[in-house]
């Protein structure tokens, strides 16, 4: 009885971490976006018909070449959460 408890409250510890990993903060990447990207070439950028951007993983990548460009020295977390922002509110890619 011991393990089957031990088993389940592992599973459920490794459950609440995947979780955690997979989280993002939406208002944080939004901040970002208004500080940083729409300041300086508004959202029609995101837009547009013939947008380079093609697939999330782009975005990701279309993020840090941009955060890179303008030396943001931004962390992995700050450029998922703008990456996600953008995607939820414009580019609508699936995971």
Not at 3 to 29: E, H, K, S, V
Not at 36 to 56: F, I
């Amino acid at each position: 009885m011991k393990n089957l408890t031990t088993f389940i409250a592992t599973t459920c510890l490794m459950g609440l971490t995947i979780g955690q990993a997979n989280a993002f903060d939406i208002q944080a990447g939004k901040s970002q976006v208004t500080e940083n990207c729409t300041s300086c070439h508004g959202s029609e950028l995101y837009t547009r018909k013939d947008r380079m951007v093609t697939s999330r993983k782009g975005l990701t990548a279309q993020v840090q070449r941009c955060q890179l460009a303008l030396n943001l020295n931004w962390f992995d977390d700050e450029v998922e959460n703008t990456a996600e922002y953008l995607n939820q509110n414009y580019y609508k890619f699936n995971k």
